[in-house]
């Protein structure tokens, strides 16, 4: 099982990126897959979440009417279009899948999940 996030880059305030969470050895559709940031001397948070099979999905406070969080399942892929953006947004962004199939938002990370690697998000003029 193995995550790969990608996407990330340097871009000016009201700017927009797209991230991408590609999976090989199975198939997100059956899981709960979230994207989570990490700022620097803050701890990990929640940023959108979408659940198997139907694609409920959340999204944090923070992000709301700026993120929206996509499935394509014919690429098995996880995207995360990010829109007006803001400096603090600035992160390393990781996704993440729930380790049981069937599973629903939100996410619990104290529990086992399988973690992609970080890609850094930079909102910068």
């Known amino acids: 099982v193995q995550l790969q996030a990608s996407g990330g880059g340097l871009v000016q305030p009201g700017g927009s990126l797209r991230l991408s969470c590609a999976a090989s050895?199975?198939?997100?559709?059956?899981?709960?897959i979230g994207w989570f940031r990490q700022a620097p001397g803050k701890e990990r948070e929640a940023v959108s979440c979408?659940?198997?099979?139907?694609?409920?999905?959340f999204s944090a406070d923070s992000v709301k009417g700026r993120f929206t969080i996509s499935r394509d399942s014919a690429a098995n892929t996880v995207s995360l279009q990010m829109n007006s953006l803001k400096p603090e947004d600035t992160a390393v962004y990781y996704c993440?899948?729930?380790?049981?199939?069937?599973?629903?938002?939100?996410?619990?990370?104290?529990?086992?999940?399988?973690w992609g690697q970080g890609t850094q998000v930079t909102v910068s003029s």
């Open positions: 993440a899948a729930d380790v049981a199939a069937g599973s629903t938002c939100p996410i619990d990370i104290s529990l086992p999940v399988y």
């Open positions: 050895g199975f198939t997100l559709e059956y899981y709960a």
């Open positions: 979408i659940s198997s099979g139907d694609g409920g999905s």
